[in-house]
């Protein structure tokens, strides 16, 4: 079985990410699928026509994204119905679609949409219940080409993903499915990526028929293993087995699994615990408080965020000592345990998290460099003050070190410091 998958769009070689190579490679994975080869390619006829060409004539099943718009530039459907030699054919029912999507908008439908209810003869139509364009997945029988089937899909994330989940899934899973595979993420955070791979390398090397993958993103590393084979219960067994393993090795430096994340992760403790939170933050500018209360229900647990980004609110409002910044800098460890404690008195919170550092790129000196951090909190017993010097630009600096703080909070609940 050959997979491509063809990603059309100029904007794709100008510079924007293309995240539906990673989703859907990875769903065909799921069902046992793997893809062969990408291509991008821009909104060119010539050029889409010779990369259409090429892959229908390898490929046992070729996916496509973009170009279904209704503007000049969306030739997918044209350069597909060209070179399989079928016509397109205006669908009445897909116009009505269309004219609802707009009509549901209290908006006037602009005439060039009509060009998106054009279907390749003898294709089954994907709703897309989120746009106006929709898929199709095309059976070919044709002694020029290998390609048995043809999925042509929107290019935006947000209609390709359930389309993709609710029709191509299951279609490509009744007619390809080879083996069953399933996978697991191990979500790693306070050792580095190469400590991590140097600790579950034995148990990598003993495994066949197992895939490993190590990936790092701000501090935080994930594993994934992936198993497959033909009996269910011996892969569910093989995965279950290697995932002890990882934790008997790892232990607490694993925070959770698949979709958790450490403000989900604290989330959950913080209510098993009955216990509340509240930050304050100048480095990080709130994105401490952004990632906490992106978890539904946290305002079970979370008090208060205060971004006290000026040296006169973290006085005014934090009733930080004058004195202490002077002394020792707006970024030091005296600081952030004067935030913590002064939050803490504000919002009664029973865990307050104070984060204040040198994000960059400019700010930085000698005594106390670009990605310098410091970390305050006030539990209900003490007060604890680390210190970090991260690398990177400063959205990463800013994202490691929320992902610090939290893991630093996960740790006190649970009774445990970093290896």
Excluded: W
Aim: charged residues 25%.
């Amino acid at each position: 079985m050959r997979v491509e998958l063809i990603c059309i769009g100029t904007e794709l070689l100008t510079g924007k990410v293309n995240t539906n190579i990673a989703y859907i490679g990875a769903r065909l994975n799921s069902i046992g699928l793997e893809l062969s080869n990408e291509i991008t390619v821009g909104d060119d006829k010539k050029e889409m026509e010779k990369v259409f060409i090429e892959s229908f004539g390898r490929a046992d099943v070729v996916i496509m994204t973009g170009g279904l718009g209704p503007t000049f530039d969306d030739l997918t459907r044209e350069i597909a119905s060209k070179v399989l030699r079928r016509k397109l054919i205006f669908d009445k029912d897909i116009m009505a679609q269309i004219a609802r999507h707009f009509i549901d908008r209290n908006m006037e439908m602009p005439k060039n949409n009509e060009s998106q209810a054009y279907i390749i003869s003898g294709a089954r139509v994907i709703t897309n219940k989120t746009g106006t364009a929709p898929g199709q997945i095309i059976e070919v029988k044709s002694l020029k080409f290998k390609v048995k089937n043809i999925v042509l899909l929107p290019g935006p994330p947000a209609e390709i993903n359930p389309m993709f989940e609710n029709t191509v899934l299951p279609y490509l899973k009744s007619k390809y499915e080879q083996k069953i595979v399933k996978s697991k993420i191990l979500h790693v955070y306070g050792l580095p990526e190469s400590k991590v791979d140097e600790l579950i390398k034995p148990i990598v090397k003993s495994e066949n028929n197992v895939f490993f993958t190590i990936l790092a993103h701000l501090s935080v590393i994930d594993i994934k293993i992936t198993v497959s084979g033909t009996d269910e219960m011996l892969v569910d067994e093989t995965l279950n087995k290697i995932k002890t393993e990882i934790y008997e090795i790892l232990k607490e430096n694993i925070f959770g699994e698949d979709n958790e994340t450490l403000e989900n992760i604290i989330g959950n403790l913080l209510i098993k615990r009955r216990k509340t939170l509240a930050v304050t933050e100048s480095c990080t500018g709130g994105l401490l408080s952004h990632r906490i209360t992106n978890i539904p229900g946290s305002s079970v647990y979370f008090r208060a965020g205060i971004v006290a980004y000026s040296n006169s609110e973290k006085i005014s409002i934090l009733n930080v000592d004058p004195e202490t910044i002077e002394k020792y800098g707006a970024v030091s460890g005296e600081t952030v345990l004067e935030m913590a404690r002064g939050l803490q008195v504000i919002s009664k919170a029973d865990y307050v998290l104070a984060v204040s550092g040198i994000a960059g790129p400019g700010g930085g000196t000698a005594e106390k460099p670009v990605g310098l951090v410091y970390f305050g909190l006030a539990t209900p017993t003490e007060r604890l003050v680390e210190k970090m010097k991260f690398l990177g630009s400063r959205i990463e600096i800013k994202g490691k070190s929320v992902n610090y703080a939290l893991d630093m909070l996960r740790r006190q609940l649970i009774g445990t410091h970093p290896i």
